[in-house]
């Protein structure tokens, strides 16, 4: 019973962090309509269910990487304070390097994907 009461409240926090996220993270907000957005085109154009899996995974991959982006940004902020760093400069940076690089991979997945599907349509 103890660690079903400890799921339950891992849950609950993890709920507690989609609740911050959604109320003030405006980027999780945009990534999470993409995300919606992308999956509802991949319906209505008739792709496989491999490829509207593949696209899901990557648009998922995006908004953990945008969580885990998030964590590091107000963890260093709240180290320095307001104060400028440099190092703490190159740390944000490059986890918000690592949400681009997710966000290409997202975007050229579903349009390789987008173009495939059209081109079968118009043979």
């Known amino acids: 019973m103890n660690e079903i009461k400890r799921l339950l409240r891992a849950g609950s926090y993890a709920l507690d962090g989609l609740g ?5 993270e405006k980027n999780t907000r945009l990534l999470l309509g993409i995300a919606l957005l992308a999956l509802i085109i991949c319906t ?5 269910v491999f490829q509207t899996m593949f696209v899901f995974f990557t648009v998922m991959m995006t908004l953990v990487t945008e969580v885990l982006n998030t964590a590091i940004e107000v963890t ?3 180290q320095v304070q307001g104060r400028y760093h440099p190092k703490v ?5 490059a986890a918000s390097c690592a949400v681009l690089f997710c966000v290409i991979t997202s975007t050229a997945t579903f349009f390789v994907f987008l173009f495939s599907n059209l081109l079968k349509v118009n043979q």
């Open 20 to 24: 911050y996220l959604l109320k003030k």
């Open 89 to 93: 400069k190159i740390a944000k940076d």
């Open 76 to 78: 260093l902020d709240l």
């Open 44 to 48: 209505l154009l008739g792709f496989s």
